[in-house]
């Protein structure tokens, strides 16, 4: 069965520090994958995806992500975060009729 | 360019009572759309979604239904409430059903059941 895993619920990094967000997915073809960011009481809104091609996909407000197949993983990273960026993260795997998503990451700044 | 709707944006509701949560889609057609609950710590759990007029695919048995009486219009109802609903609805749609086209989210609607 498809599944996405994120195992950090919470992270926390100084304004201006790199950051990085981990994702595992288990599909057995080969994956859509996507980031959404969810703002407080807001929907979520698409950061990037990736298809197909180059690994590394760039997405919106400075967002890329790495697509490592060998390691089932699609990590979320940002060269220099800003207080914006404090928001819940999702990761998730397209398949047909529905996209499955991981329980999230709550990056929180630091000032 | 393509936008979701969705209301009430919050809504207190005594338990016993019945829901109707509406979504609609402008600037599209035939879009697929989805009802996710989204509970604290437990990540977005996808309730329904529909491919077409009349039809709703339900993916957990619960106390709610669905239903799409137009192209672009997803309601979510129940008949009556109960406290384990309470929650954060969001409505989404796809332009089709294939893994690589993304999920476009409403602005979600706060229920809370007393």
């Known amino acids: 069965a498809q599944s996405v895993t994120q195992p950090d619920i919470h992270i926390t990094v100084s304004e201006g520090a790199s950051l990085e967000l981990r994702c595992n997915y288990s599909?057995?073809?080969?994956?859509?994958l996507f980031w959404y960011v969810q703002s407080p009481g807001q929907g979520l809104q698409l950061l990037l995806k990736y298809f197909s091609g180059d690994t590394l996909v760039q997405g919106i407000k400075g967002f890329e992500a790495e697509f490592k197949r060998s390691q089932s993983s699609f990590n979320l990273r940002k060269p220099s975060v800003h207080w914006s960026d404090a928001a819940e993260y999702f990761c998730?795997?397209?398949?047909?009729?529905?996209?499955?998503f991981g329980k999230g990451t709550r990056l929180h700044i630091l000032p | 360019s393509q936008t979701i709707h969705q209301w009430p944006a919050t809504l207190v509701q005594p338990v016993g009572s019945p829901l109707s949560l509406e979504c609609t889609v402008e600037g599209t057609s035939n879009p697929n759309l989805y009802w996710y609950r989204q509970a604290a710590g437990r990540g977005l759990q996808l309730l329904f979604y529909?491919?077409?007029?009349?039809?709703i695919s339900s993916e957990v048995p619960q106390n709610l239904s669905a239903s799409r009486p137009q192209d672009r219009q997803f309601i979510l109802s129940s008949k009556k409430l109960l406290l384990s609903d309470s929650g954060f609805y969001l409505c989404?749609?796809?332009?089709?059903?294939?893994?690589?086209?993304?999920?476009?989210f409403g602005n979600g609607t706060r229920l809370t059941v007393t």
């Open positions: 599909y057995g073809a080969t994956p859509y």
């Open positions: 998730a795997v397209g398949t047909d009729d529905k996209i499955i």
């Open positions: 529909s491919v077409g007029i009349g039809q």
């Open positions: 989404a749609w796809r332009k089709d059903i294939l893994g690589n086209s993304p999920l476009h």
